[in-house]
């Protein structure tokens, strides 16, 4: 396999409508994306059945687990179980998400 390095703060990326061709390496254990999201921006709280990495390339966001709030900020790692997530930004962000597929 070839030596493959990606720079997440050029690479394009979509709104999270269509997160889909954010996807921009996957195999059997894992999926990486990189999510953009527009001042204002938010990603609707959803039901995660896997494990999941979320780190702030650039901005702030306002992350809610299962009811509960904090704020991730540029350069913060937040890793977490299988829950029920929200985003939001006021300014935008720029992330990378790591989602670990299920056996």
């Not at 527009?38 to 809610?64: D, H, N, R, T, W």
């Not at 991730?72 to 829950?83: D, M, N, R, S, W």
């Amino acid at each position: 396999m070839m030596l493959e390095i990606f720079d997440l703060l050029t690479m394009s990326a979509q709104s999270y409508e269509n997160r889909r061709v954010n996807v921009f390496y996957e195999t059997e254990q894992f999926k990486t994306r990189v999510i953009n999201l527009e001042p204002g921006g938010e990603i609707p709280q959803c039901v995660m059945a896997s494990y999941v990495l979320f780190y702030v390339v650039s901005g702030e966001i306002k992350l809610s687990k299962n009811g509960e709030f904090a704020i991730l900020k540029e350069h913060q790692v937040f890793i977490t179980e299988p829950a029920t997530l929200a985003m939001e930004s006021e300014n935008g962000a720029r992330l990378l998400g790591i989602q670990i597929k299920a056996d």
